[in-house]
């Protein structure tokens, strides 16, 4: 044998060795990584299938049927609002045709009595609250409660106002950053901690129990060691561990029995 070989092979053989050795206990070489929370079962529109979308009624009645955060989007009022709204005309929401960003926060109107379920054709959501609400509102309301908010637009003053209220409250944690557009997700990473997330376009493992669409896309994102995630298309997610789906995971209908 060669001398090389000699010394060569035990080298190889420790090395193959120890690998495996520590590939089966991780645990030696890395602390176990907690996440802030692990979501299930979350709100879509803040529960849009029972209660009037994104009103403060919709998201008591989904906390209290223990989901395990609110979805939300937001967009910018003509006075500097971040204001909770999925659509930025208001005719669908409340039949004025305005713009959100053509109004002042004080303006904006009331929702209507009743709300077709977009997913549902023909399935009507009621409330007794009607108001349209601020994200501060929200934030104040349900201070340690998961909340995945959506930039709606690409909105710098938006984006920076959303940022400011996430640190103001002391959310980094516990919010989940959301966009369709790669572009607007590339702000919010400016926006949140320049420099600190990666990009990763997340797997889709089919619809399952939700409504499909985006949101599947959560269900495989997961935060990268101790740094957030920025998912194009779908979230980032300062404090949330891989998003499993629940057996029963639906994000806008919520009764009680689907959770326990």
């Given at each position: 044998m060669s001398p090389v070989l000699y010394y060569a092979l035990p080298a190889l053989g420790s090395y193959v060795m120890l690998s495996v050795f520590f590939l089966r206990r991780p645990r030696l070489l890395h602390t176990p990584w907690a996440?802030?929370?692990?979501?299930?079962?979350?709100?879509?529109?803040?529960?849009?299938?029972?209660?009037?979308?994104?009103?403060?009624?919709?998201?008591?009645?989904?906390?209290?049927?223990?989901?395990?955060?609110?979805?939300?989007?937001?967009?910018?009022?003509r006075d500097g609002v971040v204001v909770v709204s999925h659509d930025e005309n208001l005719f669908r929401l409340s039949g004025v045709n305005r713009d959100v960003s053509s109004l002042d926060f004080e303006e904006l109107p009331l929702c209507k009595e009743e709300l077709e379920v977009y997913f549902s054709p023909g399935h009507f959501a009621?409330?007794?609250?009607?108001?349209?609400?601020?994200?501060?509102?929200?934030?104040?309301?349900?201070?340690?409660?998961?909340?995945?908010?959506?930039?709606?637009s690409v909105n710098e003053e938006l984006i920076n106002k959303v940022a400011g209220l996430v640190r103001h409250f002391d959310r980094n944690e516990i919010t989940i950053w959301a966009s369709e557009k790669s572009s607007i997700m590339?702000?919010?990473?400016?926006?949140?901690?320049?420099?600190?997330?990666?990009?990763?376009?997340?797997?889709?493992?089919?619809?399952?129990?939700?409504?499909?669409?985006?949101?599947?896309?959560?269900?495989?994102?997961?935060?990268?060691?101790d740094k957030p995630r920025i998912v194009v298309g779908a979230a980032l997610l300062p404090g949330a561990a891989a998003l499993r789906p629940h057996p029963r995971e639906v994000f806008h209908l919520l009764p009680a029995h689907h959770h326990q």
């Open positions: 996440p802030a929370f692990l979501p299930r079962l979350g709100a879509h529109r803040a529960g849009s299938g029972e209660r009037l979308e994104h009103t403060m009624e919709a998201m008591e009645n989904s906390v209290a049927q223990r989901s395990d955060f609110l979805e939300l989007d937001c967009r910018l009022t009621h409330g007794t609250d009607r108001r349209m609400v601020s994200l501060e509102d929200v934030f104040r309301r349900f201070p340690r409660m998961p909340v995945s908010v959506e930039v709606k590339k702000k919010c990473r400016a926006a949140v901690s320049p420099g600190a997330f990666s990009v990763q376009r997340p797997l889709l493992p089919g619809a399952g129990g939700s409504t499909g669409r985006g949101w599947t896309e959560l269900r495989d994102a997961v935060r990268l060691h």
